[in-house]
T-cell receptor, first 115, second 110 residues
Framework: DGGITQSPKYLFRKEGQNVTLSCEQN?????MYWYRQDPGQGLRLIYY???????QKGDIAEGYSVSREKKESFPLTVTSAQKNPTAFYLC??????????????FGPGTRLTVL | AQSVAQPEDQVNVAEGNPLTVKCTYS??????LFWYVQYPNRGLQFLLK??????LVKGSYGFEAEFNKSQTSFHLKKPSALVSDSALYFC????????FGQGTTLQVKP
């Protein structure tokens, strides 16, 4: 977990509200990622960014939005359009020195519960 | 499309016995394969990866993995299991982002 922080650790949201999850890294990594984890389904990619002010949709981007204004930060907003947002959200980062062989390192996660 | 499969939802072993957590892959071209471990309510920790070269890859905490191209497998192994190895293990392939298997829960009993 070292070098990547996520906050808050636990987050509760009422239906119809937008919430923003924070992810910060001090590893000087170029790329950052957001994953969603549901029981028995592994991790699924929501969004990723390889450079500041640019990002790409992953497999399940609907109902989510991101920004990458600084290299160190990649916040994720869970909007009211996301039908089933209760899940464990994981942020990761990697350098891009060697492309596909770079290792992704993960933060400690945020558990979001919709009340 | 690239994919990985972990055929076992759970693996049970006795402490001190060898353990194997299975992973098979389906990729076009050279596979870049990773193993991660997750403890309850924590993020994923990197264990090891296969890029090229030696088919036996050594990683953290005494784990190793064997890449077998003919069987398209990348099984995680440890010669002697510890109770503290009990956790959720994920195999992943890079394409170019990570594609994860469903995960295998390893339970090591004293």
């Amino acid at each position: 977990d070292g070098g990547i922080t996520q906050s808050p650790k636990y987050l509760f949201r009422k239906e119809g509200q937008n919430v923003t999850l924070s992810c910060e890294q001090n590893l000087n990594h170029d790329a950052m990622y957001w994953y969603r984890q549901d029981p028995g389904q592994g991790l699924r990619l929501i969004y990723y960014s390889q450079i500041v002010n640019d990002f790409q949709k992953g497999d399940i981007a609907e109902g989510y939005s991101v920004s990458r204004e600084k290299k160190e930060s990649f916040p994720l907003t869970v909007t009211s359009a996301q039908k089933n947002p209760t899940a464990f959200y994981l942020c990761a980062s990697s350098s891009l020195r060697t492309g596909k062989t770079d290792t992704q390192y993960f933060g400690p996660g945020t558990r979001l519960t919709v009340l | 499309a690239q994919s990985v499969a972990q055929p076992e939802d759970q693996v049970n072993v006795a402490e001190g016995n060898p353990l194997t957590v299975k992973c098979t892959y389906s990729v076009s071209g050279n596979p870049y394969l990773f193993w991660y471990v997750q403890y309850p309510n924590r993020g994923l920790q990197f264990l090891l990866k296969y890029i090229t070269g030696d088919n036996l890859v050594k990683g953290s905490y005494g784990f190793e993995a064997e890449f077998n191209k003919s069987q398209t497998s990348f099984h995680l192994k440890k010669p002697s299991a510890l109770v503290s190895d009990s956790a959720l293990y994920f195999c992943a392939v890079r394409d170019p982002t990570l594609i994860f298997g469903q995960g295998t829960t390893l339970q090591v009993k004293p």
